[in-house]
């Protein structure tokens, strides 16, 4: 069965500094890759998508950046952080790109931004 | 753009009771419908899945309904439990943007014993 990992579970950075989060899927190959971003008192934004190894769609400007080095890993970054990226961080998959899959979330990354 | 609307924002119902959430969408031009169930501090949970050629999807006590041409879904939950306290989301994949799965900002439920 797939299962879809994302560490950290919580993270508390101060304003400036940088950030990794990671995502990874297992029992899957040539997954569709998401990054979304649920800020208090919002709907979820999608951040990133990516169908393939360093193939990256952005969907908001903004100072954060994602890669996909490896088939099932999925990375959100930024140099400098802002009060404004705090938020839930949700990494999701799918395996059809749009038509008839649904997609599956992980467990989460709650940041927060000092 | 596509705008997803949730009413209500938040519910609160005695157990046992049937209740409707209702989300509408702006551009008919969808794939699909997705309702989603998250609790506090969790991912999301995939429930249903309407294509835009059904009417209803059905997975115990919980039925989906899509009505593509008036850009409306209800999600309805019979015989309501205390467990199915939740944010339940609604999002549609647009025909125009494929890549992008626009969520509603949710039904906060809480079901009271």
């Known amino acids: 069965s797939q299962t879809i990992h994302q560490w950290p579970a919580t993270l508390v950075q101060p304003v400036g500094s940088p950030l990794s989060l990671e995502c990874t899927v297992e029992?899957?190959?040539?997954?569709?890759l998401y990054w979304y971003r649920q800020a208090a008192g919002r709907g979820l934004q999608l951040l990133f998508y990516?169908?393939?190894?360093?193939?990256i769609s952005s969907e908001v400007p903004q100072n954060l950046s994602a890669s996909r080095p490896q088939d099932r890993q999925f990375i959100l970054s930024s140099k400098k952080l802002l009060l404004s990226d705090s938020g839930f961080y949700l990494c999701?998959?799918?395996?059809?790109?749009?038509?008839?899959?649904?997609?599956?979330f992980g467990p989460g990354t709650r940041l927060t931004v000092l | 753009k596509q705008e997803v609307t949730q009413i209500p924002a938040a519910l609160s119902v005695p157990e046992g009771e049937n209740l409707v959430l209702n989300c509408s969408f702006t551009?008919?031009?969808?794939?699909?419908l997705q309702w989603f169930r998250q609790d506090p501090g969790k991912g999301l949970t995939s429930l249903l899945l309407?294509?835009?050629?059904?009417r209803e999807q059905t997975s115990g006590r919980l039925n989906a309904s899509l009505d593509k041409s008036s850009g409306r879904s209800t999600l309805y939950i019979a015989a309501s439990q205390p467990g199915d306290s939740a944010t339940y989301l609604c999002a549609v994949y647009e025909e125009t943007s494929g890549s992008r799965l626009t969520f509603g900002e949710g039904t906060q439920l809480t079901v009271n014993p």
């Open positions: 029992g899957t190959s040539n997954p569709n």
């Open positions: 990516s169908v393939g190894i360093g193939q």
């Open positions: 309407i294509q835009s050629s059904q």
């Open positions: 999701a998959w799918s395996g059809d790109f749009r038509i008839t899959d649904t997609q599956y």
């Open positions: 551009d008919s031009a969808i794939y699909n």
